[in-house]
């Protein structure tokens, strides 16, 4: 069955980085966009970014260009989302979201990973 | 940049229909993506490209799409359908765009 594992909860600083990662079995990696998607707390969801696992391209929010990286490791099937600069607005739930086509539907998502901003 | 706009609650009494619209310049035009998210837990996909359901999606969860609106039609709502609901769709100029989100109530 299709699963996307997310690392654990941080607790970063202001002005540190934050990297996630999205560990996905039971398809294959390269054949399907992995999307981040985060959701501040009581708020609404806010698309960061894809990145098509078998090129390595990337497509980030103009929102946080600049400020995120999205990377893959297709030998272990992972994916990476690493944000700069952080700021206590960016406390959040991560998820990590997979799609087959561009405009096609988000079919799974990961479990999401809290990201605390706090000084 | 492009906005989709959904009512922020919908309240519906057990057994009856709820109807979740999702607004946006001619919507119709694109393929419209429902999610539904109950708290603490990560969204779900419950209708996808406008009127399909995934395997698992109850047949009471329906979707309908044309010119600026959207909607999602819950029939026969249940106590377990109480959560939060939201469109999505990819845009040329905006690229994936989620709506506003809607909180769906069983009174």
């Known amino acids: 069955q299709v699963q996307l594992v997310q690392s654990g909860a941080e607790v970063k600083k202001p002005g540190a980085s934050v990297k996630v990662s999205c560990k996905a079995s039971?398809?294959?990696?390269?054949?399907?966009?992995m999307h981040w998607v985060r959701q501040a707390p009581g708020q609404g969801l806010e698309w960061m970014g894809r990145?098509?696992?078998?090129?390595?391209?990337?497509n980030y929010a103009q929102k946080f260009q600049g400020r995120v990286t999205m990377t893959r490791d297709t030998s272990i099937s992972t994916a990476y989302m690493e944000l700069s600069r952080l700021r206590s607005d960016d406390t959040a739930v991560y998820y990590c979201?997979?799609?087959?086509?561009?405009?096609?539907?988000?079919?799974?998502w990961g479990q999401g990973t809290l990201v605390t901003v706090s000084s | 940049s492009y906005v989709l706009t959904q009512p922020p609650s919908v309240s519906v009494a057990p057994g009856q229909t709820a109807r979740i619209t999702c607004g946006g310049n001619?919507?119709?035009?694109?393929?419209v993506h429902w999610y539904q998210q109950k708290p603490g837990q990560a969204p779900v996909l419950v209708v996808y490209?406008?009127?399909d359901r995934p395997s698992g999606i109850p047949e009471r969860f329906s979707g309908s799409n044309s010119g600026n609106t959207a909607t999602l039609t819950i029939s026969r709502v249940e106590a377990g359908d109480e959560a939060d609901y939201y469109c999505?769709?990819?845009?040329?100029?905006?690229?994936?765009?989620f709506g506003t989100g809607t909180k769906v109530t069983v009174l």
């Open positions: 979201a997979r799609s087959q086509r561009i405009t096609g539907a988000i079919d799974y």
């Open positions: 039971g398809y294959t990696f390269t054949g399907y966009y």
């Open positions: 990145i098509n696992p078998n090129s390595g391209g990337t």
């Open positions: 001619n919507i119709g035009s694109k393929s």
């Open positions: 490209d406008d009127s």
């Open positions: 999505q769709v990819w845009d040329s100029s905006s690229d994936q765009v």
